[in-house]
């Protein structure tokens, strides 16, 4: 049949299992909007408030549901307004398509209104970009940014269709959607080799990240910790992988992880790590990371294999396929004595964890937790705020714990939770800091237009709380520009926008608060007062190692 550009774009996105889009209009995109106007039956179109939050709701619709995730923009301002999301789906290698309207092929290089070189802007933040010049390339490039946003290991794609190509027309033919090929294992020698070295071990420790949850490797990985005996722990990526109640899991590691999760991958003689990358938050100081410890490391990316530690075994392949082929290798070994080495961690990290009165940040997560149902997805900004929630949340489900753990997005959590909304198909939450929540406020219009269900968790200190905790450890308690001062009534500023709000400063308010924000129509701002000098315990300085952890401000340990 013979189509526009635009309409050959919008039906290559149905025909790709697209269902849902994000985006903002504007003159070089306009085309593609009228055939989302024609096509509105069969593709719906989220309009944010701004381009960065659809990015981050596309990310997030990404996250939640295994699918790509697809953000619209126009030219110019329109297109690198994009770029912090592009660039938080990276680092999270998250698949996502972004497609950008630009000018006509015969501007291009003319500085002509609103032109930029988007693809070059892009190239170090996607795994592949396109500028596509001829309207006979544009089905295929669109089914190959598919192809390849999920492929390995996921990440954006970006296509950047100039305003002549999508006025052109050319014949098109519809293809079925793509599908994953059946995922390659790591080399049956590699695997051989690792069993040995993990047969051998007396100590052995799992630590898993993001790439699991990917892979949907789960079940494997427990079987083979079930048949080795060995405790679990995550990155901040890796939260939602498994249960949190599993009772083999010691939870999040590194630099705000738990206590006894960061001292059993200290102490262990072999790290099994899945699908994760061993970044500065993880290791501290890499010289003297888990010295005692060989490394084991499967992922589906090659480059991550030795980048920044050392591992003895380095398997290149699928998670999942490669721990189904290393299980039946493997010895069934029970080891109380590194049993009870991690329970004496456990029982330690219990004397750390704070049990104050009032309503202390541990406190207002655990509230939360009772109201969370199994499929509830919870998001956050970026601060101690996700570190209190990442330590504290109670996960039941896969992919349900979001957050911004590579590059570190303020600003990320409220379009991510609108796009969590419309994967889930369910209420979602976002666990907030007034810092944070300052940044993309202006999705609240967003999601009270579409009467998203969810419920905003604000934990309002009045400062920029993990910059103030550093400015308290390592500078001299100089607060530079940390302190807010603002005026904001986080209440009335939710009624301004069409939302529900209120303020609570005990544990009690803010109990009865969740529930009548879980039972509300639209979202929901709770104003959580909060201490300007609470801290996030444990604490790795930067650069230190397990022997410098900070477990309390009082003892200095």
Known sequence: MLLSGADILVKTLIEQGCDTVFGYPGGQILNVYDSLYKYQNEINHILTAHEQGAAHAADEYARTTGKVGVVISTSGP???????????AYLDSIPLVAICGNVPTTHIGTDSFQEIDITGVTLPITKHNYFVSNVEDLADTIREAFKIA????PGPVLIDVPKDVQIAKCQYEPKTAWEKNEAMSAKDERIEEAAKIINAAKRPYIYFGGGMI??????EMLAIAKKIDAPLGCSLMGISAIRTDNRDFLGMQGMHGHFASSMAMHNADLILSLGVRFNDRVTGNREKFATG?????????????????????GLRGDVRST???????????????????????????????????????????????????????????????????AQSICMKTPRRFVTSGGLGTM??????????????????????????????????ATAVTYEVPMVILIMNNGVLGMVRQWQTLFYNKHYSNTVLNRKTDFTAFAKSFGAQGEAVATPQELDEALERAFNSK????????????EFVLPMLPPGGSMDDIITSLDTGK
């Open 293 to 313: 410890a060989k490394i084991i490391h499967i992922d589906v990316d090659g480059s991550e294999l030795g980048k920044t530690v050392n591992a003895v075994c």
């Open 323 to 389: 721990l189904a082929k290393l299980y039946p290798m493997l010895h069934e070994n029970k080891k109380p004595e590194w049993r009870n080495k991690v329970e004496a961690f456990r029982k330690e990290e219990e004397s750390y964890l704070d049990n104050r009165d009032g309503l202390t940040p541990r406190k207002a997560i655990l509230t939360l937790n009772q109201h969370l149902g199994e499929n509830t997805a919870v998001c956050t900004d970026v601060g101690q705020h996700q570190m209190w929630t």
């Open 411 to 444: 600003g990320f959590g409220l379009g991510a939770a609108i796009g969590a909304a419309f994967g889930t198909k369910q209420r979602s939450v976002l666990v907030t800091g007034d810092g944070s929540f300052g940044m993309c406020l202006q999705e609240l």
């Open 78 to 88: 329109g297109a690198t307004n994009l770029v912090t999301g592009i660039a938080t």
């Open 522 to 533: 639209g979202p929901y701002i709770i104003d959580c007062k909060i201490g300007k000098d």
């Open 150 to 153: 999920r492929s390995g290991r």
């Open 214 to 219: 990917s892979a949907n490797a789960q079940e």
